[in-house]
Nanobody, 121 residues
Framework: QVRLVESGGGLVRAGGSLRLSCGVS????????AGWFRQSPGKKRELVAT???????DYADSVKGRFTISRDNAENSVYLRMNSLKPEDTAVYYC???????????????WGQGTQVAVSS
Protein backbone atom coordinates (compact mmCIF):
# COMPACT_ATOMS: atom_id res chain seq x y z
CA GLN A 1 0.00 0.00 0.00
CA VAL A 2 1.37 3.37 -1.03
CA ARG A 3 1.45 6.00 1.69
CA LEU A 4 2.62 9.62 1.55
CA VAL A 5 3.07 11.68 4.71
CA GLU A 6 3.76 15.39 4.45
CA SER A 7 5.36 17.44 7.21
CA GLY A 8 7.22 20.67 7.78
CA GLY A 9 4.43 23.19 7.42
CA GLY A 10 3.81 25.96 9.89
CA LEU A 11 3.35 29.66 10.45
CA VAL A 12 6.06 31.92 9.08
CA ARG A 13 6.40 35.63 8.40
CA ALA A 14 6.60 36.96 4.89
CA GLY A 15 10.12 36.59 3.56
CA GLY A 16 10.75 33.49 5.63
CA SER A 17 11.48 29.94 4.57
CA LEU A 18 10.12 26.47 5.15
CA ARG A 19 11.13 23.01 3.99
CA LEU A 20 8.33 20.55 3.39
CA SER A 21 9.04 16.83 3.53
CA CYS A 22 7.11 13.93 2.09
CA GLY A 23 7.94 10.49 3.40
CA VAL A 24 6.87 7.72 1.07
CA SER A 25 6.30 4.04 1.69
CA UNK A 26 5.07 1.26 -0.55
CA UNK A 27 6.70 2.58 -3.71
CA UNK A 28 10.21 3.63 -4.73
CA UNK A 29 10.30 7.37 -5.37
CA UNK A 30 13.24 7.15 -7.76
CA UNK A 31 11.01 5.29 -10.23
CA UNK A 32 8.33 7.96 -10.24
CA UNK A 33 7.84 11.59 -11.12
CA ALA A 34 6.79 13.76 -8.21
CA GLY A 35 4.69 16.87 -7.79
CA TRP A 36 3.64 19.27 -5.07
CA PHE A 37 0.15 20.77 -5.15
CA ARG A 38 -1.39 23.41 -2.94
CA GLN A 39 -4.96 24.27 -2.10
CA SER A 40 -6.32 27.27 -0.28
CA PRO A 41 -9.98 28.05 0.52
CA GLY A 42 -11.86 29.47 -2.42
CA LYS A 43 -9.02 28.86 -4.83
CA LYS A 44 -8.40 26.25 -7.44
CA ARG A 45 -5.88 23.54 -6.59
CA GLU A 46 -2.52 24.53 -8.04
CA LEU A 47 0.38 22.37 -9.14
CA VAL A 48 3.42 24.31 -7.95
CA ALA A 49 6.37 22.04 -8.67
CA THR A 50 7.19 18.81 -10.47
CA UNK A 51 10.25 16.61 -10.72
CA UNK A 52 10.72 14.14 -13.52
CA UNK A 53 12.18 10.67 -13.05
CA UNK A 54 15.38 11.97 -14.63
CA UNK A 55 15.51 14.80 -12.09
CA UNK A 56 14.33 17.73 -14.18
CA UNK A 57 12.31 20.22 -12.11
CA ASP A 58 9.57 22.53 -13.28
CA TYR A 59 7.68 25.23 -11.41
CA ALA A 60 4.57 27.31 -11.64
CA ASP A 61 5.31 30.92 -12.49
CA SER A 62 3.97 31.94 -9.09
CA VAL A 63 6.81 30.15 -7.27
CA LYS A 64 9.61 30.10 -9.83
CA GLY A 65 12.89 31.27 -8.35
CA ARG A 66 11.62 30.81 -4.77
CA PHE A 67 10.72 27.11 -4.47
CA THR A 68 12.94 24.08 -5.06
CA ILE A 69 11.70 20.52 -5.41
CA SER A 70 14.07 17.66 -4.70
CA ARG A 71 14.16 13.95 -4.04
CA ASP A 72 16.28 11.81 -1.75
CA ASN A 73 16.32 8.26 -3.01
CA ALA A 74 18.06 6.92 0.08
CA GLU A 75 15.34 8.40 2.29
CA ASN A 76 12.61 7.58 -0.25
CA SER A 77 11.35 11.11 0.24
CA VAL A 78 10.43 14.20 -1.72
CA TYR A 79 11.03 17.75 -0.50
CA LEU A 80 9.92 21.28 -1.27
CA ARG A 81 12.15 24.10 -0.13
CA MET A 82 10.25 27.38 -0.02
CA ASN A 83 12.10 30.68 0.27
CA SER A 84 10.94 34.29 0.22
CA LEU A 85 7.47 33.21 1.25
CA LYS A 86 4.54 35.50 0.58
CA PRO A 87 1.07 35.66 2.16
CA GLU A 88 -0.37 34.31 -1.08
CA ASP A 89 1.62 31.10 -0.54
CA THR A 90 -0.70 30.27 2.36
CA ALA A 91 -2.32 26.91 1.59
CA VAL A 92 -2.37 23.22 2.40
CA TYR A 93 0.45 21.58 0.49
CA TYR A 94 0.22 18.03 -0.82
CA CYS A 95 2.92 15.86 -2.34
CA UNK A 96 2.15 13.32 -5.01
CA UNK A 97 3.87 10.73 -7.15
CA UNK A 98 2.85 10.30 -10.73
CA UNK A 99 3.83 10.20 -14.37
CA UNK A 100 4.36 12.58 -17.23
CA UNK A 101 2.40 12.05 -20.42
CA UNK A 102 3.20 14.46 -23.24
CA UNK A 103 4.76 16.95 -20.80
CA UNK A 104 1.68 16.93 -18.55
CA UNK A 105 1.99 15.66 -14.99
CA UNK A 106 -0.64 13.17 -13.84
CA UNK A 107 -0.62 12.36 -10.13
CA UNK A 108 -1.41 8.89 -8.86
CA UNK A 109 -4.55 8.37 -6.82
CA UNK A 110 -2.74 8.23 -3.47
CA TRP A 111 -2.47 11.55 -1.65
CA GLY A 112 -1.24 12.40 1.81
CA GLN A 113 -3.09 14.42 4.40
CA GLY A 114 -1.27 17.60 3.45
CA THR A 115 0.62 20.09 5.57
CA GLN A 116 -0.62 23.60 6.33
CA VAL A 117 1.56 26.58 5.44
CA ALA A 118 0.51 29.99 6.72
CA VAL A 119 2.44 33.13 5.81
CA SER A 120 1.73 36.31 7.73
CA SER A 121 2.34 39.76 6.32
Amino acid sequence: QVRLVESGGGLVRAGGSLRLSCGVSGIVVSNMAAGWFRQSPGKKRELVATLSVSGIPDYADSVKGRFTISRDNAENSVYLRMNSLKPEDTAVYYCTLGTFIALTYYPNSEWGQGTQVAVSS
